[in-house]
């Protein structure tokens, strides 16, 4: 353990130490919260007279507000973004006549909420730097938010520390390089002591990235088990977007999107809104897994931004995510409201969820992995299926599991946890993904009807699934 720890400390300690000697670099450090957990490596590390011009930790909020105004939110991007803009304008207002031209100026801050006393706040922090590539103008920023899961204090002290000059380290001397950026969040800690759940790249070192790219790998890289980005292509928070919020999640490999896609959500939209609270606002949310990118062995990045684009052109709020097991989705979700949460899901789905062989990891079983699934007013609304082969339809009162579970899903049936969805429309029970694929490459144009218009546009004017090939 004592091995471990110094080697972390090396590794850490070698950034900094990199950062102080490189004679470009030169700036301020704001840190709130935990203490000055960030810019003690850089003291520690030797040569920091040469890249710290102040270090300021306004940690009571009169003083807070009177140096960076007031704020309705401490630990909030907001803020972060307050003191980075703050910050770095009086830093080139008070150095740059004297080594502006000399000088690549930067600032970190950070404002954290690390476990209080009684062990019952929420761990979560928003950190940023901001910085000026080769006397640029303009200046360029990576933002993240993170969530500390150790259990004491001085734990997520010393991983605040680790992971703020990580940040800065591969903002500072990789910024051609996102990917580094990324991969070397986490470098000497783990997944258990820290989670990155967004990241935010601007200015004019960033221009070329692909922000739902970054979300992607987010999860990718074990940084976050789950990911969020808007229509717009923008990263966003999780707790921003979901907190105390009703959440309906709709799962599927949008490849391409099709009706049944978007009639599966308005119908469970529909119904989800007679629901306990159904006036209130509701987050609508279209997931995909991270099995389903890795289906053909690893990610093919063009066709996730294809399928993503497609998710756009809908006004869909993208969630990647690696829940492969829906109860453990479940539990992503209910970290953040307790408002009713639904899922909707075709018959196939709802079947795959009674297979046993998914819940051989939990001590409980399949029973186990229920109970975690339907609490805090969680609902499946289930859509139907046509049965190519027999031309039957299939829904929630014809589907048989197997039969020593039968009990089991009649009881989930009758107490409302498994709802059918009614109000569909029939025309697009035809409607399977796989068709929709096939026909466009083999150049069948049928396929134009089985999706929205403005998906079809987009497929045929940027030439995905290899139309017009």
């Not at 700036?27 to 102040?54: H, L, N, P």
């Not at 404002?111 to 590539?133: D, P, S, Y």
């Not at 953040?336 to 001590?363: A, C, H, N, Q, V």
Request: hydrophobic share 40%; with cysteine.
């Amino acid at each position: 353990m004592e091995q471990n720890t110094a080697r972390r400390g090396a590794e850490t300690q070698q950034k900094a130490l990199e950062v102080n000697l490189n004679p470009r670099l030169y700036g301020t450090f704001a840190e709130i919260g935990a203490g000055q957990e960030v810019v003690r490596w850089f003291f520690q590390a030797g040569g920091a007279a040469g890249t710290i011009a102040k270090s300021i930790s306004a940690y009571d909020m009169t003083v807070s507000d009177a140096i960076y105004g007031p704020s309705p939110r401490y630990v909030s991007r907001e803020r972060l973004q307050t003191m980075l803009d703050y910050e770095f304008s009086l830093l080139r207002e008070r150095l740059s006549p004297l080594r502006g031209p000399e000088t690549d100026f930067f600032v970190f801050a950070d404002t954290v909420a690390a476990r209080n006393f009684h062990g019952t706040n929420e761990c979560h922090g928003w950190m940023g730097i901001k910085f000026q590539r080769l006397n640029e103008l303009e200046a360029s920023q990576v933002v993240i938010h993170v969530r500390m899961l150790d259990t004491d204090n001085i734990s997520q002290q010393e991983a605040l520390g680790i992971v703020g000059v990580n940040l800065i380290h591969g903002a500072l001397l990789h910024y051609d390089n996102p990917d580094v950026i990324l991969s070397d969040l986490l470098d000497s800690l783990t997944a258990e002591r820290i989670e990155v759940d967004m990241i935010k790249f601007s200015g004019p070192a960033f221009e070329e990235i692909d922000h739902r790219l970054m979300a992607l790998k987010l999860v990718q890289l074990e940084l976050s088990n789950a990911a969020l980005f808007s229509a717009d292509g923008e990263v966003l928070q999780p707790s921003e977007v979901l907190r105390k919020k009703r959440i309906l999640v709709e799962r599927g490999s949008f490849r391409p999107v099709t009706h049944v896609n978007l009639d599966m959500i308005q119908c469970a939209k529909q119904q989800f809104a007679d629901s306990p609270g159904g006036d209130q606002e509701t987050v609508v949310l279209f997931e995909i897994t991270m099995k389903n990118l890795l289906a053909s062995g690893e990610i093919d990045y063009a066709d996730f931004l294809a399928r993503a684009d497609l998710l756009a052109a809908t006004g869909a709020t993208v969630l990647v995510s690696d829940y492969f097991e829906y109860y453990r989705l479940a539990a992503y979700l209910q970290r953040y409201t307790k408002l009713p949460i639904g899922i909707t899901m075709g018959i196939p789905s709802l079947k795959d969820l009674f297979e046993e062989r998914y819940y051989e990891d939990l001590g409980g079983g399949i029973l186990e992995s229920f109970g975690r699934l339907f609490k805090n007013d969680l609902r499946l609304y289930v859509y139907p299926l046509m049965d190519k082969a027999s031309r039957q339809l299939i829904n929630v009162a014809k589907l048989k599991v197997a039969p020593h579970l039968q009990s089991l899903y009649e009881h989930l049936v009758e107490n409302g946890f498994i709802q059918s969805l009614d109000f569909y429309n029939r025309e697009f029970l035809h409607i399977f993904s796989r068709d929709v694929l096939r026909k466009i490459e083999e150049g069948d144009s049928s396929w134009e009807a089985d999706v929205p218009a403005a998906v079809a546009t987009c497929i045929k004017e940027r030439g995905f699934f290899g139309c017009g090939g």
